[in-house]
């Protein structure tokens, strides 16, 4: 989930936090880099060692809410499942990184030189932007740290890599409403976020330029786009799997279908770069949510392409 390039201004506050020794490699990093010119990475956070004990009495389903909402729109958990944007997690901690057969990992990922753990996966969460440097994972923003070790603790039963006992999944975590309550009041967060926001395209493709466009998703389940030709629906199912079809693109791909866990678009989140999926070979699509609507967009013809 970090993208393909430095973000010193965010990654400064971490390695500020993880004492001297890490600012100082830091500001080397940086005096290299400048004489370089290159952009090199911030350090990735040294964080506590973890116990096998935190593991074992951390907190399941604050584990399960914390994958949920950061980590399900690109990672599927069970053994045999598919690939999403980022590979099938089963097995991963007896894994190398970047080693899973059938993934194109970055060539950052492929030669990091580790195996997972939980160790490292808290280092990766704490610090994503960077690590290892030059990955290409695309996590928005740190997990907080309170979420961490039950995360960790979490993937470790989920994947396989637990050598204690299984607790019983907990209800899925829903807002107050009941379960035949409307869409908008047993997910609010959800709603607001989605249906009062831009959802903003870039489509990349082999040789050409990016195609950049807007969607605004409505509340009867249609879709418009600030280009009119571009039309969509959207629905969620009865496993509260948020999924919608966009056709009529001026480009290749002219129609595509994404699906995301209600729950991993729940926490508000403004950026242009939430996540990314390859809706065909050769194509790579990133979508992200920016703050407000223009008012055309809830109006027949769509609304001003974004700039």
Known sequence: ????????????????????????????????AAALGTCAAAPPVQAAEVTREQLVAANYRQGMVAFQQRCSACHSL???????????LYGMFSRAAGSKPGFRFSAAMQSAGFTWTAQRLIELVAAPDGYPPGSSMALPEPVPEADRIALASFLMVETGGADWPRPAPPAAARGAAGPDAPLAERFPSFWNHLMRNTTRYRLEREGAEPYRFDVYFRTDGSAAASDPAIKGFWHVDETDT???????????????????????????????????STPVPGVRLTGGIVAGRPAAAEAKGGAPAPR
Request: aromatic letters at 8%; glycine letters at 6%.
């Open 78 to 88: 069970a053994d045999g499942g598919k690939d999403l944007a980022g590979p099938n």
């Open 1 to 32: 989930m970090a993208q393909d390039r430095c973000r010193p201004n965010r990654t400064a506050s971490f390695a500020l936090a993880a004492g001297p020794a890490p600012v100082l490699a830091a500001v080397l990093a940086a005096v290299l």
């Open 242 to 276: 948020f999924c919608y079809a966009l056709h009529g693109l001026p480009v290749e791909p002219t129609q595509f279908v994404e699906c995301f866990p209600v729950v991993a678009m729940s926490i508000p989140r403004f950026r242009e770069e939430l996540w990314t």
